[in-house]
């Protein structure tokens, strides 16, 4: 981590931060560790190094009553890792922020925020969720929808099945969604139809914002869009019934969007860390694990290389002229 990107003025003012201790207690426990202690007691001193955790749970819209599941699971990881643990709620520029800040050490995030936890924090992905619903276990899809009744089929390639949505209404979910906006967008450059994200207008005769995946899709219900953008999840309640779902059909789909994630920040020390991950990894335990399934809807937490995890985001920003 650099001063830089923290605004911190030393290691000593991070761990202080971090530990809520003071510097020259740290700084003693180093110098013994350095003179006293040998290199086998080394690991169980740096384990005592945190002592507390703060964990941020964005919302999303497919989870309600947040607040009491993110406090069970900060109750749970409390009791395991032996130190108290905080959970708070905020949305994914505030989880980014309080990483910056050194106000919290963990985050669940998606794919994009986790980009600028890495810039602006030097925090990095380590484990990401797994849902029955993602078609690549912890990748899913982002699908182009359109009605039943619609004349635009599907073809033989991504080139011949796009060219269709020359002159049509779009809806995307935001410009900052990955499934809903970057990812799709991305292809439609891949494959020359627009030559980056402003110039959408160029192709399509309308373009509009839902906001959030069941917008988009109600908006194509409604006919008020030709296509839609959304994430192959939102297909289910409770973005949409199955009622509605039975009206709408994939006419596209682009593979290998990233999964959301668990960001630790690098203030955390290796050891802690690492015991931090598998404290998080014993929700997988089927006694733990309806813990899990109740934040959002995920049913396990697998090990991720961070750097691999999200190059296909890192791909697609560029090719559409956005910076991470």
């Keep these: 981590m650099s001063v830089g990107q923290k605004g911190l003025l030393g290691a000593g003012a991070a761990l202080m931060a971090l530990m809520g201790v003071a510097v020259t207690t740290v700084s003693g426990i180093q110098a013994t560790t350095a003179n006293s202690i040998s290199n086998q007691q080394a690991p169980r001193l740096l384990a005592q190094k945190l002592k507390t955790l703060t964990v941020i749970f964005p919302s999303r819209s497919d989870s309600t009553d947040l607040?009491?599941?993110?406090?069970?699971?900060?109750?749970?990881?409390s009791k395991d890792l032996g130190i108290p643990v905080k959970a708070q709620i905020g949305d994914d520029t505030a989880a980014v922020e309080a990483l910056r800040a050194n106000r919290a050490d963990v985050a669940f995030l998606s794919s994009r925020p986790a980009l600028k936890a890495e810039q602006l924090a030097n925090a990095r992905l380590y484990l990401a969720e797994v849902r029955d619903n993602y078609s690549g276990r912890f990748t899913y899809n982002s699908i182009f929808v359109v009605r039943n009744n619609s004349p635009l089929k599907?073809?033989?390639?991504?080139?011949?099945?796009?060219?269709?949505?020359?002159?049509?209404?779009?809806?995307?979910?935001?410009?900052?969604?990955?499934?809903?906006?970057?990812?799709?967008?991305?292809?439609?450059?891949?494959?020359?139809?627009?030559?980056?994200?402003?110039?959408?207008?160029?192709?399509?005769?309308?373009?509009?914002?839902?906001?959030?995946?069941?917008?988009?899709?109600?908006?194509?219900?409604?006919?008020?869009?030709?296509?839609?953008?959304?994430?192959?999840?939102?297909?289910?309640?409770?973005?949409?019934?199955?009622?509605?779902?039975?009206?709408?059909?994939?006419?596209?789909?682009?593979?290998?969007?990233?999964?959301?994630?668990?960001?630790?920040?690098?203030?955390?020390?290796?050891?802690?860390?690492?015991?931090?991950?598998?404290?998080?990894?014993?929700?997988?335990?089927?006694?733990?694990?309806?813990?899990?399934?109740?934040?959002?809807?995920?049913?396990?937490?697998?090990?991720?290389?961070?750097?691999?995890?999200?190059?296909?985001?890192?791909?697609?920003?560029?090719?559409?002229?956005?910076?991470?």
């Design 154 to 324: 599907s073809r033989n390639n991504a080139k011949a099945t796009l060219e269709q949505l020359r002159g049509k209404k779009m809806a995307f979910t935001s410009p900052t969604s990955g499934s809903g906006f970057i990812f799709p967008v991305s292809e439609l450059v891949k494959q020359g139809f627009v030559p980056n994200r402003d110039r959408l207008d160029g192709f399509f005769g309308q373009v509009a914002y839902g906001g959030n995946y069941s917008k988009a899709l109600q908006a194509l219900l409604r006919g008020q869009a030709d296509v839609a953008v959304v994430s192959e999840y939102a297909m289910f309640p409770p973005y949409i019934t199955a009622e509605e779902k039975n009206q709408l059909r994939v006419l596209h789909k682009i593979s290998g969007v990233p999964a959301h994630g668990i960001a630790i920040d690098d203030d955390v020390a290796a050891t802690d860390r690492e015991r931090v991950i598998n404290s998080l990894l014993k929700l997988n335990q089927s006694q733990n694990n309806p813990l899990l399934r109740n934040l959002y809807n995920s049913t396990e937490l697998v090990r991720v290389d961070h750097n691999r995890h999200l190059a296909p985001v890192r791909d697609a920003l560029k090719r559409v002229g956005i910076e991470p």
């Design 67 to 77: 607040q009491s599941k993110a406090d069970a699971v900060a109750a749970f990881l």
